[in-house]
């Protein structure tokens, strides 16, 4: 089924803990970190809260913006690890950044396909009161991953992004949304366990499914890939990226890639990735681009979205 909303993405705010790891110095070697792609990992310390890296992020960019706390009408947060079982962290936001008391605030369960998810219910929510919203995604997975188990930990690095959305009249937000409730057992985590990964389902999942499903929504958008400005994919891991880029035939310039400064940072790894390459090349015209993430439920969805030369993008370390 597809999907639209009128909606805009105004900029991208990436944060991430600034102690960080190498792979290298926990004794993998450079054939499987070349081949994974993943050596640098950012990792939150003991003390770190999600609210407040995630209030911390939200005030730049609003800033950046010049968003005022009270224009804001939504506040959805796309995470695993909160920092309480209750209340969500979207409510500490709410309180950290004065939002208005009927700004509707709340958290959503999901990982690596949580962008695509995120941006859906925050445009959708805006499209009735013709507003503003933040949408804030990424984990701390370090909280979650076993550090003896060679096939997550070395993979996971802790991150958020927050993105600034606001209703568009003359902006049209695509997505096709997807999920197979039977592949749960393949990436799971019990209430006060860590994180279990069945690490070649997910690669025949990602291969045998995310090509065809953008293939798929690109020919009922009726589009081309030569129209396409960047294609985002979840940074799962450059094997991952490369097989689906190869089944597709699509040019891999257009494919951004952050897997070696950053890692897999979850429902993050699409804006971390948007912001970082627009932080480096900014917009001269307008762009089309496409979000794809992928992961736990099994879920998976992909989004069409037109940026201007007004986005703004930025990475902080904290």
Same mark, same amino acid.
């Given at each position: ?76 947060? +796309? ?9 969500? +962290? ?71 992004? +927050? ?139 992909? +989004? ?15």
């Amino acid at each position: 089924m597809m999907h639209q909303c009128n909606a805009r993405i105004a900029g991208v705010q990436s944060i991430f803990p600034k102690d960080s790891i190498l792979n290298e110095d926990l004794g993998y070697d450079k054939t499987w970190i070349d081949r994974v792609g993943i050596n640098v990992r950012h990792l939150a310390r003991p003390t770190d809260r999600l609210d407040d890296l995630a209030s911390i992020a939200c005030h730049q960019l609003c800033d950046k913006l010049s968003w005022a706390s009270t224009e804001i009408d939504v506040c959805v947060v +796309v995470t695993q690890t909160p920092d309480l079982r209750l209340p969500g +962290v979207a409510l500490h936001i709410q309180e950290k950044l004065g939002l208005r008391s009927d700004a509707v605030c709340f958290d959503l369960n999901l990982g690596c396909s949580g962008y695509p998810y995120g941006l859906y219910v925050v445009s959708s929510l805006l499209e009735k009161v013709k507003g503003k919203g933040l949408l804030i995604t990424g984990d701390f997975s370090s909280r979650i991953v076993d550090s003896s188990d060679s096939s997550t930990s070395p993979i996971f690095s802790d991150g958020l992004a +927050v993105s600034a959305i606001e209703f568009d009249a003359n902006n049209i937000m695509r997505f096709s949304l997807n999920s197979d409730g039977k592949g749960s057992p393949t990436i799971h985590c019990t209430a006060h366990g860590k994180l279990t990964m069945d690490g070649m389902s997910i690669f025949s999942f990602a291969l045998s499914t995310i090509p065809k499903h953008i293939q798929d929504f690109m020919r009922r958008l009726d589009m081309k890939h030569s129209e396409i400005d960047g294609v985002f994919l979840h940074q799962a891991n450059q094997m991952i990226s490369e097989g689906i880029i190869r089944r597709i035939g699509w040019p891999s310039s257009l494919f951004p890639s952050t897997l070696s400064k950053y890692g897999n940072t979850s429902s993050a790894s699409i804006p971390i990735t948007l912001s970082d390459h627009y932080t480096s090349s900014p917009i001269q015209k307008e762009n089309w681009v496409l979000f794809t993430g992928f992961g736990v439920g099994l879920s998976w969805g992909s +989004v069409l979205v037109k940026l201007d030369s007004s986005f703004v993008a930025n990475t902080m370390f904290r």
